[in-house]
Each structure stands twice: as structure tokens, then as C-alpha cells.
């Protein structure tokens, strides 16, 4: 299996995963606005057995999300980039920023998620579906990838 690596811009923070992704989206609500400085949020999701820290030091912060459970953004300690999240304390999954990665496109998103919120200038014409809230998984998701989610219960 081909191992995918990244990191943070300083260079201290490095990882790898060492599985394919199970699924990468696009969020588009105000949080994920307002906590990146961005239109929009790109996330890989990663069973946390897969990701693996090679080098540096990560802060782990407290971050709102839509459904009120929280989320748990780490950092790393000397630029403090947002790496990954950890969402509805469910330890078993990571969300990495997938443009930390070090060939992001490898990865594009499978759909665009909480639209009703994306900022009027963000044109999303083109093959990614998008949902003005979130997708039905057992309609967009592959096979494969709805088994590994429900193997780590997610």
C-alpha cells in the first residue's frame, strides 16, 4: 500500500497515512468559514490506525461545530496550522485538512456538504455533487468505504 505524506508549512509536523482515504468532502458552513479564514474546508477522512505522526508536536484545541458535540482541532506546536480534527469525540476517525497533504490533489472531494451557507462568489458547477446540508452516505459512499465506516462505527 502506498503511504501518502504531509505536513504543516514551518516543516516540523510531518505524517503519513498508510491506507487509501475512505472519503473526502467539502464543507461549506459558517463555522468552517469563520475557524479556517476560508470560503470553504476540505477534509480527508482517515480511519486513526492509518495516520501515523513522523516528526513534531501537535496542540490540540476546542472548536464549535454545527451539531453542538464539539470537535477537537490539532495544531502543530510551532506554526499552529490546523492539521486534523477529531469530531464527536470518536477517537477511531481522523478528518485531516487534506490540503496539508503533501500531493493534495491526489484527493479531491467527493461532494460539497452544508451549501446553503457557501459564500455567493463560490461557483460549484461541475461533477462534485453538493448538498445544501449533508449527503446520504449509503447513497455517494462506495461499498467499500461504508464498510470501514460502520467497522469503526462512524
Not at 505524506?5 to 516540523?12: D, I, K, L, Y
Not at 501537535?58 to 496550522?81: D, L, M, W
Not at 478528518?95 to 496539508?100: G, P
Request: aromatic fraction near 12%; charge should be neutral; charged fraction near 20%.
Amino acid at each position: 500500500m502506498r503511504l501518502y505524506e504531509g505536513g504543516c508549512s514551518c516543516g516540523r509536523l510531518g505524517y503519513h497515512i498508510s491506507n487509501e482515504p475512505i472519503f473526502t468532502q467539502t464543507c461549506h458552513c459558517r463555522l468552517c468559514q469563520r475557524q479556517t479564514a476560508l470560503a470553504f474546508v476540505v477534509r480527508t477522512m482517515i480511519e486513526s490506525s492509518y495516520f501515523h505522526v513522523d516528526s513534531g508536536e501537535f496542540i490540540c484545541v476546542h472548536g464549535q461545530t454545527g451539531s453542538g458535540k464539539g470537535q477537537k482541532v490539532y495544531r502543530c506546536a510551532t506554526c499552529k496550522e490546523q492539521i486534523y480534527s477529531i469530531f464527536n469525540d470518536s477517537d477511531a476517525t481522523t478528518f485531516l485538512k487534506t490540503a496539508t497533504f503533501d500531493e493534495p490533489e491526489l484527493f479531491p472531494p467527493q461532494a460539497h456538504i452544508f451549501t446553503k451557507s457557501k459564500l455567493s462568489w463560490v461557483n460549484l458547477h461541475g461533477r462534485i455533487p453538493f448538498f445544501e446540508e449533508y449527503y446520504n452516505k449509503e447513497e455517494l459512499v462506495s461499498e467499500d468505504s461504508l464498510a470501514r465506516r460502520k467497522a469503526i462505527g462512524w
